[in-house]
């Protein structure tokens, strides 16, 4: 309760900071406009269908990218984390290939699709399946030694151990590599929108800039803040739920 | 597997495995970019050239003048934009993270912020602070402090009782309760935060130079894209990739440095 | 003691938490005096808030009501003149700090030359018997010896009472006799005023000249007992002799009331 009121509070104090500043004219409105006008452009647009067609597209490209992303990461790291030659022989193509920044992908992937949604989510796989791939390959190679050798000695076939025994340890870290990729899919899928021009809300954003309208730029730069908010949240949640029997889990509810 | 280890047990130690390691580490790199030659050299798609042509577009593009004009700006920027992060993210954390009051009045919009996708702040910095070196920064320092307050904020909460217990009873100095407990206590948190940093630095960087600039290397590539010259685009690609993975091998190796003690304690308690 | 002062007296000690049930009272009403020069050995049921006690001795704590009293002075926060060994000595010492660091940690504040340091900190390595791994991270070590490293830096602090909370209840039974003869030792040879807090009454029997039996709580001072075994006590000789049985049989009985009433006799052994 106390977290609560605490949490609303600051986030008063925050609105009430930002409406502060151009009304004493520390800023022109011009740049950074009244907090009342973008809350109200925001109940505007709300009621606009024009706005949730947008929206829909922005989280389409998202669930999409995400969607093969975690296809493709949980079929190959699957494959290669299973099998020690294959991993041995990946690693430095995955460690080079890894931290290649996704945005270098966008000049490639316009000159590949064109100004459209699959030049888009070139770069959204890109950067998702990472996420997902090395969560994978580390949950499978973390089998237990000590449940490995129960399995074993208790002779259990291929297909069995790969339900009983793989599935279950891999489970915690696919789930923690798919919230991360959430939250990396909806920055590029946002990203992509703003370089590339992909109608979306990121397109909206690039917009609103060049015809300098602040109030709808904050307006919808809040509503990209509220769904990667909402993003997190949901995954979180069903990271929680659906580990509540996992140890790392249960250690981390105990601790707080 | 069983065929390969038999016939390994045959050979003589410490070289072969060596030569094996070399191998494993080399032999996918070295057959993709063969591959990659050979296809390249007989396909008439004008969007992927051969790794040739691109090792000279390298050479011409990035080796000489372009270096001074466009890439050492962008790192310049790039460390400027982390440097300020890393410091203004772990001290605000280390005080959120210990005033309780504070830190609750503030997490919703913490979490609102962590969850903002950061190059949408390009084009608000860009609204507030013109097109200039310093909006440049500043968009590297709103995307990229976050993970690091978050992450020292809940390493300085997690801070074990009996080792606080432990510096009150021994009336351990405010400053050496920093220095000795507080900051070495949160640093594997704070150093997961400066990982995560990185990479959304590294993007910031380049977007905001391809936004609004006419230097830089995002500037320089998607310069290139929309001139089609293809081959020095993927130079560019194959550049940012490397101070990707440079980075990714810095960060490494400090990262070693500093948490030996941590690496060290989680290998014996596993053993 | 010249004077016969007392160098700790607690009075009327009491200690209740705020909980989400309610209020929980930890300790009810304690009071005892401890000379300057004493090892003694505090014991009691689990859950009897000896923890608790320490903490408030400790200044980590404050007391609900009541006093405790140092040198003639109130004990308000933690004090120069204690030093706390805890159980959780992985918890206790620093990680990020070698052995060396940790026992250096709470000598850094005071005025004392480099050189100074250094020698008080050699010194209390020497005591414990951990000259060799000085430059070692207490992971490193077994818990026998991190549990050294925590006693080192307790006494390079240079306490008038040396405060030990359960101080062995993690370790195993070999290291656990190797730790108590330390403490006797070290007592013996440094004479630091020591209170040892332990669930373990042949430990207690065998470390104290005096052992405080807590009851349940509401937690007060169940029995004083002066515990007249030589000062020369052996892990061997000591436990076989028949006044040890004695007490620690005496000790047990006490406890076994503390816990659920008055039983007339000491338990018979099957």
Request: aromatic content about 8%; some cysteine; overall charge positive.
């Amino acid at each position: 309760m106390r977290k609560v009121l605490l949490g609303a509070l600051g986030l008063l104090g925050f609105l009430v900071g930002w409406q502060l500043i151009p009304t004493l004219g520390l800023v022109d409105p011009q740049y950074l406009p009244y907090v009342t006008d973008v809350l109200g452009w925001l109940f505007h647009e709300l009621r606009d269908l024009a706005f949730w067609r947008r929206l829909s597209y922005t989280m389409t490209a998202w669930a999409t990218g995400l969607a093969m992303a975690t296809f493709a990461a949980v079929v190959l790291g699957a494959g290669i984390g299973l099998v020690p030659f294959l991993r041995r022989a990946t690693h430095t193509m995955v460690e080079f290939l890894r931290p290649v920044p996704s945005v270098a992908l966008i000049p490639l992937a316009v000159l590949m699709f064109g100004l459209h949604l699959r030049a888009a989510l070139v770069i959204i796989v890109y950067a998702a399946f990472w996420q997902v791939f090395v969560q994978v390959i580390y949950g499978v190679a973390d089998v237990d030694t000590v449940a490995r050798d129960t399995a074993r000695s208790f002779r259990l076939t291929r297909r069995e151990r790969l339900r009983y025994l793989v599935l279950p340890t891999a489970l915690p870290y696919l789930l923690t590599g798919l919230r991360l990729a959430a939250a990396v899919a909806l920055i590029l899928a946002v990203t992509a929108e703003m370089v590339i021009g992909n109608p979306g809300l990121g397109r909206m954003i690039e917009l609103s800039r060049s015809a300098g309208d602040a109030v709808g730029l904050y307006g919808l730069v809040a509503v990209t803040g509220l769904l990667g908010l909402l993003v997190n949240v949901v995954f979180r949640f069903v990271e929680r739920r659906s580990l509540a029997w996992h140890q790392s889990v249960l250690a981390e509810g105990a601790a707080r | 597997m069983t065929a390969l280890g038999a016939k390994k047990a045959r050979l003589p130690g410490p070289v072969l495995r060596a030569v094996e390691n070399v191998l494993f580490a080399l032999g996918l790199p070295v057959l993709t970019v063969l591959l990659w030659g050979i296809w390249s050299a007989g396909s008439t798609n004008r969007f992927f050239v051969g790794p040739l042509t691109i090792l000279d577009a390298f050479r011409r593009t990035w080796i000489g003048p372009a270096f001074v004009d466009d890439v050492l700006p962008s790192l310049y920027r790039l460390a400027l934009g982390l440097v300020a992060s890393i410091l203004l993210g772990v001290a605000a954390g280390v005080v959120i993270g210990r005033l309780r009051l504070l830190r609750e009045l503030l997490e919703p919009l913490l979490e609102f912020f962590r969850a903002l996708p950061p190059p949408v702040l390009i084009p608000v910095m860009m609204l507030l602070l013109g097109i200039t070196d310093t909006m440049r920064v500043v968009v590297i320092v709103s995307g990229a402090v976050w993970p690091i307050l978050l992450n020292t904020i809940d390493g300085v909460r997690a801070t074990d009782s009996v080792m606080r217990e432990t510096a009150d009873s021994f009336r351990i100095t405010r400053w050496e309760r920093l220095w000795l407990l507080v900051l070495p206590a949160a640093s594997p948190r704070i150093m997961t935060g400066v990982r995560q940093a990185l990479s959304v630095a590294l993007i910031l960087m380049v977007i905001s130079e391809m936004f609004a600039s006419s230097a830089g290397l995002g500037y320089r590539i998607a310069y290139f894209q929309r001139n089609y010259l293809v081959a020095e685009m993927w130079s560019g690609i194959l550049l940012l990739g490397l101070i990707g993975v440079l980075l990714a091998v810095a960060f490494g190796l400090v990262e070693r440095r500093v948490l030996r003690w941590y690496h060290g304690m989680k290998e014996i308690t596993r053993a | 003691m010249p004077d016969g002062s007392p160098l700790l007296r607690v009075e009327h000690l009491r200690k209740v938490y705020a909980s989400a049930q309610g209020e929980v009272e930890a300790i009810g009403d304690l009071s005892f005096t401890m000379a300057p020069g004493e090892l003694m050995c505090v014991v009691g049921p689990s859950g009897c808030g000896k923890t608790t006690l320490l903490k408030c001795l400790a200044g980590l704590l404050r007391p609900t009501s009541g006093l405790v009293e140092m040198e003639g002075s109130p004990v308000t926060g933690p004090s120069p003149a204690m030093a706390v060994v805890f159980q959780e000595y992985g918890r206790s010492l620093y990680p990020w700090l070698t052995v060396q660091g940790n026992v250096e940690l709470p000598l850094r504040h005071k005025k004392l030359s480099r050189a100074e340091r250094r020698r008080m900190v050699a010194d209390a390595i020497e005591a414990v018997g951990l000259a060799g791994s000085a430059d070692s991270h207490p992971w490193q070590l077994s818990g026998g010896m991190q549990q050294r490293v925590a006693i080192a830096r307790a006494i390079a602090y240079q306490p008038e009472v040396l405060i030990m909370d359960e101080p062995f209840a993690a370790v195993d039974a070999q290291t656990r006799a190797d730790l108590e003869d330390l403490v006797r030792e070290l007592h013996l040879t440094r004479g630091i005023s020591t209170i040892f807090v332990t669930h373990d009454i042949d430990e207690s029997v065998y470390l104290g000249q005096r052992v405080l039996v807590l009851s349940n709580s509401p937690t007060r001072v169940q029995e004083d007992l002066v515990i007249d075994l030589p000062a020369e006590r052996d892990q061997l000789t000591t436990r076989a002799l028949p006044r040890f049985t004695e007490l620690r049989t005496h000790v047990y009985a006490q406890i076994q009331r503390a816990k659920r009433g008055p039983v007339t006799a000491p338990p018979v052994a099957r």
